[in-house]
């Protein structure tokens, strides 16, 4: 007797355990704490259709732990039962009961940032029972996310890193005061990412911080947590950084006098390499950023000129598609160079049009756009007509060099007021004189000399002297080693003629140019991967080496 006893209680115990654990489940899973969960299942629905079903409406008012429903009355019944389905309780539950003239309900005890459909049913009672209704059509609510918290901060002298707790609901939106206003610095689309950074910020400033969750429910209705407190941060002082590439150590350049100098007000010899015709696959190559750094590291050369044709074969003005691509290599070319602090020219490289004028409408969009994109940057420079000439019908500087310089250097104004501009003259960039009574108003533009050794001797080097002494401000921004056609007649000695007078004047240089084409004036042996190129002598050419010589010496 004692031990069936004993057995009947520990069945009891048993099953009393298993009640209290369902209890538990169902409490932490459907949040219902205070409601008793009676199964849609159990419902009677006898005589159904003999009762009109309640409509329900689109509007709700939402908090972060409530959904109120309303609905349109359903005359004489006696109440309405209320049921909800929700992302942590997938199953249709009764939450309610509200009389037959009552038309909302506030469902309570709910979770922040989460979605909940609603339901119900009509009924009378008949003989003292419940006779019940069809269910009406679901409503599709959510609840309020619940407000932010920023929870930590970290903090150099450029950068901030935030981070905040993880919320119910879609993302995170994150605000910055900004010139005395709040403002969107980041949307957050994805709920399980709760940091960002904010760079380029400035040492030693405070800024403000608050972020808020959002959500929706299943029709796409936005919704909105309350925002967190804000938080207030403070950048670390500047720290002192070496930064020996050339932009580092010299910064914006201008033009004094006869001369460019950088940010100290010292003279600055600009000095590189200009590639061929970015159009051409191959002679664009070499604007990868490991050719560059030889050029900078080996060569030490402080600028790379990118050659953008504008009339040739699949140049900027030939078609949309080649104004594009032409476009994305100066774009690479530019962020390479950056990356190194080296300066970059970006070349409107007129040769076949002759006239500047001819392309005068493509070069103000051209020019528009690369002055908006760079004009925070201190490495860019802009040559705006590379060499002018008489191939169609004479061409001077005051009838038409001058007005298209004009239109072109007031088109990069409106965004870049402090980067150098370089422009041609006349008979492809040898008619400096032309300019010397006749000079554009613009404080920081030079204007170009080209010359190829073998071609170009005692006379424009003369020309060149006495510009200079009447305080003409010069860059060199073409040279070859050889004669004027690029390709033969190869002249070392008058090479270094005009080196040692472009040393003595401090005048900048930049040779043509940086690839394998099978001809004279190319730095590098016809088949070297431009991509790649080796520092030393093995991949050069005599023009190549007797350069590369130069540079590293002076």
Known sequence: MNVGRSVILKKITALFASVIAIGAVNSAVCDIADTPLIPVSTITAEAAETIAAPTVRSYYKTAERSVTINWNAVSKVDGYYIYRYSENCPRWIKVGEAKGNEKSFESINLLPGLKYNYKLKSYKIKDGKKVFSNYSQEIKAATIPAKSVIVSATKTSSKITLVWNKNSGSGYELFWLKNGAWSKAKTVTDKNIITYTISGLKPNTKYSFKIRTTGADENGKKLYGAYSDVRNVTTSAATAVTDNTPVGQHGQLSVSGANIVDKNGEKFKIKGMSTHGIMWEDFSDILTKDSLKVLRDDWKCNTVRIAMYTEEWGGYTTGSSYAT???????????????????????????SDGNPQTHQAEAVQFFTEMSKKYKDQNNVIYEICNEPNSNRGNVTWSANIKPYAIKIISTIRKYDSNALIICGTGTWSQDIHDVLNNKLSDKNTVYALHFYANTHTDWLRNRLRDCYNKGLPILVSEFGTCDASGNGGFNEYQSKEWFKLLDSLKIGYINWSACGKNETASAFKSGTNLKVIKSGESQLTQSGKLVRSWFRAH
């Open 325 to 351: 691509q032409a476009k994305q290599k100066v774009y690479t070319g530019v962020k390479n160079a950056t990356e190194l602090g080296m300066y970059v020219i970006i070349d409107w490289h007129i040769l």
